[in-house]
């Protein structure tokens, strides 16, 4: 990435019927931020501790400085000359968070980086949101799959478009609220809402038959692990009190689907 002065940043919110306790909670804790963001996380707690997170060795992990803490109202943290700014305010039941991520330089890799920031907010801080409105208290469980194919963002879409995730739907004009059937290999037709969209290149789904299981579908370059060009395809799925073995034919079902639409293409990510 160019050596420039950070100059930019970009702001994500959202309302949550929570009290400010309950959403810092969510924020400052180890277990609460396993139950919506990174798969593993620990927090050491106040100034000048730390926030560590992981979604798989393989994928991506490390530690963010916490440089202000102010329970439940504000807390910063700062990874490099990355800096993340976590602001709450409630009232009359509902709290609004609100993220102002900063340190983005200029450049053709930064404003990459800053559209994939600002999407992958909308989406995670829809899945805060669900987590506590709808599984308040609930660990949570991840399947995941991914594909990691050729670098052409575009086609790689397009081709889910063409192979049919969503055979009566088109998901080119998904908007928020929007109801569809998901197809699933070897699991059938899954109705699902739209809860964030992006689509068709990042879409985040509630699938009721699944016990509200928060899903997302992204097409985005890989996070780490990658020296080449590449794009992966993912399928994931945060479940809540969903049994192990519905978990695991989902996973078997997201993995099928994935190389039917990719039609072979590219090769699985071992996570």
């Known amino acids: 990435m160019t050596d420039t002065k950070p100059t930019r940043s970009i702001t994500s919110s959202i309302d949550i019927s929570a009290t400010p306790e309950r959403v810092w909670e969510m924020l400052s804790t180890g277990e609460g931020l396993s139950r919506w963001f990174p798969i593993e996380a620990r927090v050491t707690p106040g100034e000048g501790g730390e926030v560590w997170f992981s979604w798989g060795e393989k994928v991506m992990e490390g530690s963010s400085k916490i440089v202000s803490w102010e329970p439940p109202r504000r807390l910063v943290t700062q990874w490099g000359q990355m ?3 976590f602001m709450i305010e409630g009232k009359g039941g509902v709290s609004t968070l609100t993220i102002v991520s900063s340190g983005f330089g200029e450049g053709d890799e930064w404003d990459a980086m800053l559209d994939s920031v600002s999407t992958g907010w909308s989406f995670e801080l829809g899945g805060l949101k669900h987590a506590i409105e709808n599984h308040a208290g609930r660990d949570r469980d991840v399947v995941r799959t991914v594909r990691r194919c050729e670098p052409d963002k575009d ?3 397009q081709r889910v478009l063409d192979h049919g ?18 197809e699933l290999d070897g699991v059938g037709r899954v109705p699902v809402r739209a809860a964030v969209s992006h689509a068709p290149k990042d ?8 016990n509200d299981a928060y899903i997302r579908v992204m097409i985005e370059p890989p996070c780490a692990g990658s020296d080449e060009p590449a794009i992966d395809v993912t399928f994931w799925a945060s479940t809540y009190a ?13 993995a099928r689907t994935i190389e039917r639409v990719l039609d072979g293409k590219g090769v699985p990510v071992v996570l």
């Open 83 to 85: 800096q993340d700014e």
């Open 155 to 157: 086609a790689i879409a």
């Open 165 to 182: 995730i969503a055979p009566d739907a088109d998901l080119r004009t998904l908007m928020v609220g929007d109801t569809f059937e998901l």
């Open 203 to 210: 879409m985040g789904l509630v699938a009721p038959s699944l």
């Open 242 to 254: 969903l049994d192990a073995g519905t978990r695991s034919k989902l996973g078997d079902a997201m």
